[in-house]
Structure formats: C-alpha cells, structure tokens
C-alpha cells in the first residue's frame, strides 16, 4: 500500500488550517523545515507545528533542512511532530545517532535522508536504527522542481538494503513527484510519496492523491 504524505510548502500559509484539511484523505502531513543554512530557503519551524498539530488526526512527517538537526529534535516532538527525519550530510554520525536515539527517547519515529549527490551507501550505517529511509529526488530548498529520474537506482539500493536488514522501515520519496512520476518511483521500491505541487494544485485534491497511490 502507497501512502501520500502531500507537502504544505505548497499550501496557503494564510490558509493553513484550510488547506491542511483539504488533505484529509493522504496518510501524513509532510512539513519542510528549513533554516537557511542547510539549504537556500527558510521557511517553517517548532511554533507551525505545535498550531498545526491539533487541526488534523494525520501524523506529522517532518522534514529538518537544517544543520545539527539534533539541537532541535525534542522541540519537534514536544511540538507534535511524529516522525522526524534528518538529513545524513547535517552533521556527524555520532551527532545523528545521538539525534535518532532522542527522537526514540521521545517516543516518536525516526529516519535519515539523502541528497541527490549522497549515494545509498550514506544510509548503511543507520538502516537498523530508522523507521523510515528518505530518498530526495530533487535538491532540497523549495518546490516545484523538476523530478531527478536518475535517483531511481538509489531508491532500488535502499530498497534493498532496506529488505534485508530492516524490512518494517519506510521508503520516502520527495522532489517532483506528480502523476507522470509516481509510478517510476512505486517501481523503484517507494512506499510513501512527498508531493507539494501536484497535491495543493491539483483540481481535485482527494481524487489526485488517489491517482498518486497507485
Ligand atoms: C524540497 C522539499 C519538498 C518539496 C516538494 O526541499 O523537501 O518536500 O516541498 O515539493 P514538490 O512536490 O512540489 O516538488
Ligand atoms: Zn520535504
């Protein structure tokens, strides 16, 4: 089963609680956490996803674009996030196993994400210790972006690795993902797509996540 976790980059931001209703039907809530560091854009943080956490029954899916993620972790989930990710090339290894365990000590998800330009062998040493795998299939920073097809041999890596050591972990896809795309990454071995655009501008929202699934 495919799970839809739409991104509210793409919502109003004077319309939040509106257009995070209007995704009732998708599985997660995805929340794009930058910080101007990590990458060239700044956008949402602890204060979004406290005020958001009450408006919708769905798990937040949040998603930390920042450097030293694990200065923040246990905010995010004080704040109500249910699943953190963190990006492997924001700090040490030792830093983000130290960030993971307290995301665990806080009794929520964890998972490590990639950039276009890290290989799958990036996500080795944590494969055991997350819930989740998150493999960017655009360079992180904003939506709406054109989707990379060639990280599709690198979601295939981690499906496999994920198969053999961790079989329960998610496999996230996130970047230009839309109607023409979604399949080439179900192919690959992704079971939840991150869509922004293809989500927020669709007609019809319930019928285009429907179409994302599969
Ligand atoms: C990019 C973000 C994505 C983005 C996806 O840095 O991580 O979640 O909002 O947007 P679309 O689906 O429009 O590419
Ligand atoms: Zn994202």
């Known amino acids: 089963m495919v799970k839809i976790s739409p991104s509210i980059l793409s919502a109003d931001f004077a319309n ?9 039907t998708a ?3 995805h929340v794009d956490v930058m910080d101007g560091m990590f990458v060239p854009n700044i956008t949402i943080g602890i204060p979004v996803v406290k005020a958001i956490r009450p408006v919708t029954a769905l798990p937040l ?4 674009m ?12 004080e704040a109500g996030a249910d699943l953190v990710t963190m990006h492997v090339e924001a700090d040490t290894e030792e830093n983000l196993r130290a960030a993971i365990d307290a995301v665990h000590s ?13 290989s799958a062998e990036a996500v080795r040493p944590y494969i055991r210790d997350v819930e989740l795998v998150l493999v960017m299939t655009v ?6 972006q054109s989707f990379m097809a060639d990280q599709m041999g690198k979601v295939r890596a981690v ?3 994920i198969d053999a050591f961790n079989p329960a972990c998610e496999l996230e896809v996130d970047g230009g993902v839309g109607p023409d795309t979604f399949r080439a990454c179900i192919d690959a071995g992704a079971n939840v797509l991150v869509a922004g655009s293809a989500v927020y501008g669709a007609e019809d929202i319930p019928a285009r996540i429907r179409l994302l699934r599969g």
């Open 66 to 77: 920042i450097v030293q993620p694990g200065r923040y972790v246990r905010q995010f989930c």
């Open 16 to 24: 939040l609680e509106r257009d995070i209703q209007r995704i009732s």
């Open 61 to 64: 899916d949040v998603h930390l």
């Open 27 to 29: 599985d997660y809530v």
């Open 139 to 144: 360079e992180p920073g904003f939506g709406g």
């Open 106 to 118: 806080a009794g929520k998800r964890a998972g490590v994400v990639v950039k276009p330009g890290t």
């Open 159 to 161: 499906r496999e690795m």
